[in-house]
């Protein structure tokens, strides 16, 4: 792994992958590092011919921190939305988006393939919007336009994903909120190894134990402007990825986003929730998203 710098702050992101092959740059989604991208998975995108790139997002991993900020207070920037007043934050998913754009830019991979999952779907379709030009395709996965119109989140699964740990200070504790976050969140469709998730999850916090930056990433997406008034705008060919037992975002979510992004296709995986990607949903999603890359 090595550090860049793009869109003016450093950038953490390692590469898959024969350089010369068309990129696919994955974008994380809340909560996760670039490992959240398993090097199975990466390594599968390689062999059927990608230059795979993953990276962690500003305020996570080893990427650039915004300490100086403290913690974000979440409660109070709802307040000030609701009451439509500026919202206090670092930065927002304008800025994160234009991190994608830098490090395309920076790396010279343009135009890219780009694969979003949650937060990163979001970035995804932001960057698709303002920089068109970087954008050869784009995968949107269990992710949102975030139109008022569309179903809420479950409450139940939102207020675990929202939760914090018991102890924050303890790893173990910490470990113990992730995997409740996932058992909540996952399919019925695809096992997972628990021994080995929990694992995966302290192998994080030894690469980077700093958790507040992601409350900050929460933060800018609360920061940020609408932007599902222009999802009409993308022009990259675009798949809409997305499970029919994903409790934070209905299949509506997905349906309405693929309805507005012009020639965008649906597709729902049996059994998908909101998760990260375990080894036996993997092979499912490198067959999707290959298949869709090589196409376009």
């Known amino acids: 792994m090595t550090a860049i710098t793009a869109n003016g702050i450093n950038l953490e992101y390692e590469t898959f992958g ?10 994380i989604g809340f909560g996760l590092q670039l490992t959240g ?6 390594a599968g995108l390689a062999a059927r011919g990608f230059h795979v790139v993953r990276f962690d997002n500003r305020d996570t991993g080893l990427s650039q921190k915004f300490a100086d900020f403290g913690a974000a207070d979440l409660a109070a920037a709802m307040a000030q939305k609701m009451a439509k007043e500026p919202v206090a ?15 395309i830019t920076a790396l010279d991979l343009g135009p890219a393939h ?39 989140m479950d409450p139940a699964a939102q207020a675990v994903l929202f ?14 909120l992730g995997l409740k976050i996932y058992a909540t969140l996952r399919g019925k469709g ?42 009409n705008q993308i022009k990259a060919p675009t798949l809409v990825l997305h499970g029919d037992e994903d409790p934070l975002f209905p299949v ?4 309405y986003t693929a309805d507005n992004i012009p020639g965008a296709r649906l597709e729902i995986i049996n059994g998908l929730g909101h998760e990260v990607f375990s080894p036996d949903l993997a092979p499912v999603m490198i067959d999707a998203i290959a298949g869709h890359c090589a196409g376009n």
Not at 37 to 42: L, N
Not at 205 to 216: C, E
Request: aromatic share 6%; hydrophobic share 40%.
């Open 18 to 27: 024969n350089p010369s092959d068309p990129a696919i740059v994955l974008v």
């Open 37 to 42: 991208w398993p090097e199975a998975f990466c």
């Open 89 to 103: 934050a670092p930065y927002n998913h304008v800025d994160m988006a234009d991190d994608i754009a830098g490090l």
């Open 114 to 152: 780009v694969a979003g999952m949650s937060m990163g779907g979001i970035l995804t379709q932001r960057l698709a919007i303002s920089h068109p030009e970087l954008v050869r395709s784009a995968t949107v996965m269990m992710s949102t336009t975030n139109h008022p119109s569309m179903p809420a």
């Open 163 to 176: 939760s914090a740990p018991d102890d924050p200070e303890d790893p173990e504790s910490v470990v113990a």
């Open 190 to 231: 695809f096992d997972y190894d628990v021994d080995s998730y929990a694992e995966r999850i302290r192998n994080d916090l030894k690469r980077s134990p700093d958790l507040l930056g992601y409350g900050r990433n929460l933060l800018a997406g609360i920061a940020a402007p609408a932007y599902h008034g222009h999802v």
């Open 252 to 255: 509506e979510v997905a349906q």
